[in-house]
């Protein structure tokens, strides 16, 4: 048996779009359980759920990583998948999953790419999406996770793991739950994470220019708080400052206008984010309005 874990808060849009997907596709010969945890959205996002044979579970802590870990908890499957509650996953995501642990029994955990969904997007999605898969530089082919590497990290938002493995672990580092950090922690105990390309899902970027620089000022917070908590700089990032300048000049590329200039304010409030966070030692210290909020908390 299998267990796929959404965690979820004020997700209304994107949840009908997550769980149809997941009821669309095409499923091993093995029983499967589908566990929503809601961290106390005030929209209907519980209610859309409901309309489908999931289980609902409500988390009173605040954050990603402990609606994760509830999950874990909760799961009855060998083997549990997570994705995020605005992301829809391939036709075959799940028997692709299981067909991988059955042929590589030494694996711990899978991941691989996270996309741009392209259907029903506008224009700010569909821009955002391709910036962020153009950063992102996957792996071509399968990849060992490393310590402090990004290249072949398994994303919270497209994983799953031997649920055994997990729970001696502790489960997702909270309170923010980042599969970046959780996939170090797991390869330095010694186990054995694998990036596979071939398993996909496809994320629904933010529809506002207000979230979508809310997120990137959070994932830099993040990003900020790993560097020191690690004690080093993360290898795949030390490009920044140059790709800083190179997307100045390029807003004199107008044959791409719009792209280029979104890029550079991501960018930019990605770094107004990890500056933001220069004053926190750990995840816990962060405020949960910066969280919230993003960059209007400054």
Same mark, same amino acid.
């Given at each position: $048996?299998?267990? &796929?874990?959404?965690?979820? %808060? ?19 010969? /093995? ?13 209907? !996002? ?10 609902? #579970? ?11 870990? #509830?999950?874990?908890? /909760? ?21 692709? &999953?299981?067909?991988? *642990? ?10 691989? %790419? ?21 950063? @992102?530089?996957?792996?071509?082919? /399968?990849?060992?996770?490393?310590? =402090? ?5 398994? $994303? ?13 672990? =502790? ?5 923010? =739950? ?8 797991? !390869? @330095?105990?010694?186990? !054995? ?33 790993? /560097? ?8 795949? %990032? ?5 790709? !800083? ?13 719009? #792209?280029? &200039?979104?890029?550079?304010?991501? #960018? %930019? ?9 220069? @004053?926190? @030692?750990? *995840? ?15």
């Amino acid at each position: $048996m299998y267990s &796929i874990i959404v965690p979820a %808060l004020n997700s209304a849009e994107t949840i009908g779009y997550c769980l149809s997907s997941i009821f669309s596709a095409e499923s091993p010969n /093995e029983p499967f359980e589908v566990l929503i945890v809601d961290g106390g959205s005030k929209d209907k !996002t519980v209610e859309i759920a409901q309309e489908y044979p999931v289980k609902v #579970l409500t988390c009173k802590e605040r954050g990603i990583g402990p609606a994760r870990n #509830l999950g874990l908890r /909760e799961a009855r499957g060998e083997i549990v998948c997570y994705t995020d509650s605005d992301c829809v996953i391939e036709k075959a995501w799940l028997r692709k &999953i299981w067909s991988f *642990f059955g042929k590589n029994p030494e694996v711990d955990g899978v991941g691989g %790419l996270v996309l741009w969904y392209n259907a029903r997007a506008t224009k700010l999605q569909r821009l955002s999406g391709k910036i962020f898969v153009a950063s @992102q530089s996957f792996p071509k082919h /399968e990849a060992k996770t490393r310590v =402090g590497s990004f290249y072949g990290v398994l $994303m919270d938002a497209n994983c799953a793991y031997k649920r055994r493995v997990l729970l001696e672990a =502790g489960g997702f580092p909270e309170p923010v =739950g980042l599969g970046h950090e959780l996939s170090w922690k797991l !390869t @330095q105990e010694g186990k !054995t994470l694998v990036f596979n390309p071939d398993l996909k899902v496809f994320h629904i970027f933010p529809s506002t220019l207000r979230g979508l620089f809310g997120q990137q000022f959070r994932w830099g917070m993040y990003i900020s708080v790993l /560097e020191r908590k690690y004690g080093f700089t993360l290898r795949g %990032l030390t490009y920044l400052p140059y790709s !800083t300048a190179k997307s100045f000049l390029l807003l004199l590329d107008f044959r791409h206008a719009s #792209l280029r &200039i979104l890029g550079f304010c991501q #960018l %930019l409030f990605w770094y107004i984010g990890r500056f933001y966070a220069l @004053q926190f @030692q750990d *995840f816990y210290q962060i405020p949960q309005r910066a969280i919230d909020r993003g960059f209007m908390v400054l």
